[in-house]
């Protein structure tokens, strides 16, 4: 797998359930990053975990990471439709300067 | 709440013309950074700017593309002679540090939409 390789590809929930998206890399990481992108628009940064973290909230996020087995997750609880969107990992690995690597990328779809 | 601002939002150039693309990072940003994403594609990092000075590009970065900052709030990416390939989304970040020594996040702007006829 790629670094930075999310699943799954795409994700259709009911709103109100929560949606877990998945994140693998490869190489060592200072930190791990999700961000969001809304169809054609920007990245909104959501979050960042840093290497030495296991477990981090923020409002309906929660994001875990796992270093030995090279993995992070983000959950959204309670989604809304408003949630549809596009969900980045990125890693900023270890000694480099701070470049992001980026997944592919999970498609949220949120069904009102 | 401070953002990173790029213009134009849309850019439509004819293959060969140069083009600049612009951004005003956050104020008290020291680290500056152009990412492109190819339509349905992952974002690429292209390059990354600190005191003046590219501190790494990617292979995609090539004698074709150059950034600058000409003053003390902008940062430009120039792609000299573009081809159809160049087509892309654009996006600009910036962050308060870099290299490994903190671990900041690192805020996109909402891009500028290259298309190349």
């Known amino acids: 797998s790629q670094q930075g390789e999310e699943d799954p590809q795409a994700l259709s929930i009911q709103e109100g359930e929560n949606a877990t998206m998945n994140c693998s890399y490869k190489?060592?990481?200072?930190?791990l990053q999700w961000y969001r992108q809304n169809s054609g628009r920007g990245l909104v940064h959501l979050i960042l975990?840093?290497?030495?973290?296991r477990e981090k909230h923020s409002g309906r996020l929660r994001v875990t990471l796992d270093t030995s087995k090279k993995s992070s997750s983000l959950l959204i609880t309670a989604s809304r439709a408003a949630d549809t969107a596009s969900y980045f990992c990125?890693?900023?690995?270890?000694?480099?300067?701070?470049?992001?690597?980026f997944g592919k990328g999970i498609t949220l779809s949120v069904r009102p | 709440e401070p953002e990173v601002t790029q213009t134009p939002s849309h850019q439509v150039t004819q293959m060969g013309q140069e083009v600049i693309l612009r951004c005003v990072p956050i104020s008290n940003h020291l680290y500056f950074y152009w990412y492109r994403q190819i339509l349905g594609q992952k974002v690429e990092f292209l390059v990354s700017f600190y005191n003046n000075e590219i501190s790494e590009k990617s292979e995609i970065f090539d004698d074709q593309f150059s950034v600058e900052r000409p003053d003390g709030s902008n940062f430009t990416l120039k792609i000299r002679s573009t081809k159809l390939e160049d087509s892309a989304m654009y996006f600009c970040?910036?962050?308060?540090?870099?290299?490994?020594?903190?671990?900041?996040?690192?805020?996109f702007g909402q891009g500028t939409r290259l298309t190349v006829v």
């Open positions: 990125a890693t900023d690995a270890s000694g480099a300067n701070s470049k992001l690597t």
């Open positions: 190489t060592s990481i200072n930190n």
């Open positions: 970040a910036s962050s308060e540090a870099g290299r490994g020594l903190m671990n900041t996040e690192a805020f």
């Open positions: 975990i840093r290497s030495n973290e």
